[in-house]
């Protein structure tokens, strides 16, 4: 039973700062990619950004120089600073991991229940 458990969501300034983490439970048997996606009301889901294990990261353009992905494999966690925030970054964001559920490889992709952030003054 493997879940994602985000945090750290709430209310923010335009220009100001939100750190968000994802906790991994459950039994696996090693995580691969984790990322952070976000879905704004009446927007489809978008990618916002993605770490590898090895801690290769990929940002979506509008979050580049603003966002910055970390993870902490020890921990199976995930995190999501989020400096200068934008009004438009109002969203609730969705944590996302490829989790290994078998000794052998077998691989499932997890979802978090979501985290709202909003960016307003």
């Known amino acids: 039973q493997v879940q994602l458990a985000e945090s750290g969501g709430g209310l923010v300034q335009p220009g100001g700062s939100l750190r968000l983490s994802c906790v991994v439970s459950g039994r696996h048997f090693g995580i691969n990619t984790m990322a952070w996606y976000r879905q704004a009301p009446g927007q489809q889901r978008e990618l916002v950004a993605d770490?590898?294990?090895?801690?290769?990261?990929n940002y979506a353009e509008s979050t580049k120089g603003r966002f910055t992905i970390s993870r902490d494999n020890a921990k199976n966690t995930v995190y999501l600073q989020m400096n200068s925030v934008k009004p438009e970054d109002t969203a609730v964001y969705y944590c996302?991991?490829?989790?290994?559920?078998?000794?052998?490889?077998?691989?499932?992709?997890?979802w978090g229940q979501g985290t709202q952030v909003t960016v307003s003054s």
């Open positions: 770490i590898t294990s090895g801690g290769s990261v």
């Open positions: 996302n991991a490829d989790v290994q559920i078998r000794t052998w490889g077998a691989r499932v992709t997890y």
